[in-house]
């Protein structure tokens, strides 16, 4: 085998080999993107149904869609709901709806979706009765535990103000 020949075979193989890395970051890209649009799916699918029990007052599902430490939060709720709050659901037409206007990972372990939320009884803790809220927006905090997302609670969802950008 001549010299030039010899050459000719490890330009080949070099070519041959920068090839296959390059498709290699290609699709190990490829399954980072799909891993983590798993990710937000999964944290997405809890916290909408998560909101979807909170805010029409299906208090024992969201329950299950929390951390231990956020059951005392549902609970001081359900503790403050009055006559005139069931009375007033009852009245409702509708359900609460809710959209998902955002899903922010923080971390591997953390995240907050936003909502806007609306048609939804609204209480106040300090006795007084509820009221039908048009529309408000709140934020859900999620973590990561033993594989499963989770809402944290660390109060009482509290209305934000919308930004007028």
């Excluded at 806007?116 to 007084?128: A, E, P, Q, S, Y």
Aim: hydrophobic share 40%.
């Amino acid at each position: 085998m001549t010299h030039k020949r010899k050459i000719s075979i490890i330009n080949r193989l070099f070519t041959y080999f920068v090839i296959a890395a390059f498709f290699s970051v290609v699709l190990s890209c490829s399954n980072r993107n799909d891993a983590e649009q798993d990710e937000i799916k999964a944290i997405s699918e809890t916290a909408d149904s998560f909101a979807g029990r909170y805010f029409n007052f299906d208090l024992i599902g969201a329950s299950k869609m929390s951390t231990m430490e956020s059951k005392k939060w549902i609970s001081f709720l359900a503790s403050n709901i009055t006559q005139e709050d069931v009375n007033m659901l009852r009245e409702q037409d509708e359900a609460a709806t809710f959209v998902n206007l955002n899903v922010d990972k923080t971390s591997d372990s953390t995240a907050t979706s936003s909502y806007k939320v609306t048609n939804f009884l609204m209480i106040d803790t300090l006795g007084r009765p509820g009221i039908i809220t048009d529309e408000a927006f709140y934020k859900i905090n999620l973590v990561k535990r033993n594989g499963r997302w989770l809402v944290k609670m660390e109060g009482l969802p509290r209305s934000e103000r919308q930004s007028h950008d």
